[in-house]
């Protein structure tokens, strides 16, 4: 049974940095983030991959957030900064056959921790 622990979510006001992290059980795993909003469909935000070499972030926080993960290992964190209020959203932590921006290819789903950008 593979585990997805998440932590570091927050309310926090717009321009400010925040830093979410990802711990997963069993074997090493591309990881991910994704994030929903209330009413939206769930959105890529960046992926990585088992040994940290690779990189993707959506477009949309392109510049602004940095996903990385200790090599060989299963932990992965997502840096955000410069937030905005379009950022507020739960965010996921998935686990599987990435690197990709795809959600179907990832087997393993966190619970969501849930990021507050306020005005």
């Known amino acids: 049974q593979v585990e997805l622990v998440e932590s570091g979510g927050g309310l926090v006001q717009a321009g400010d940095s925040l830093s979410l992290s990802c711990a997963a059980s069993g074997h090493t795993f591309a990881m991910a983030w994704f994030r929903q909003a209330p009413g939206k469909e769930r959105e890529f935000v960046a992926t990585?991959?088992?040994?940290?070499?690779?990189?993707y972030t959506s477009d949309s926080v392109k510049g602004r957030f940095t996903i990385s993960r200790e090599s060989g290992t299963n932990t992965a964190y997502l840096q955000m900064n410069s937030l905005r209020v379009e950022d507020t959203a739960a965010y996921y932590c998935a686990a599987g056959r990435g690197p990709t921006r795809s959600p179907t290819l990832y087997d393993y789903w966190g619970q969501g921790t849930q990021v507050t950008v306020s005005s």
């Open positions: 990585i991959t088992v040994n940290g070499g690779t990189a």
